[in-house]
């Protein structure tokens, strides 16, 4: 799967800034359309209205693996029950990630999952 910004959800060059932005939603898109492809089931909590604390946006599952991904914009801010939940999955040994768009951008994400 060749990546590039003609082939992204969420893609904007509108606003000013010093390269293309992505949105968080656009991020989300993104990741699952490739984990899918990849032959990962997939879980995202649409609404954590009712949902644990700081559970990771994505709980991917495949291929004799377990990931975990918090999902950030470029600014976005890490709160300390989603960095708390990332740490106690990272010490089980289960490969717990925060992805920005930037990750998506330079392959990091793809990298991760394949």
Known sequence: MSI????????????PSPRPTMTE???LANVLAMAQWLGYRTYHTWRSDHS????????LVGHGRLVVAE???DRGRISSCQ????D???LAGIPAYIWRPR???DGSIEQALR
């Open 4 to 15: 590039t910004p003609d082939t992204l959800t969420g893609w904007s060059a509108q606003r």
């Open 83 to 86: 960095q708390r939940w990332l």
């Open 88 to 90: 106690e999955f990272a």
């Open 52 to 59: 644990v604390a700081g559970y990771p946006d994505l709980t």
């Open 25 to 27: 939603r656009a991020l």
């Open 103 to 105: 990750d998506w951008l």
């Open 71 to 73: 999902l950030k914009s």
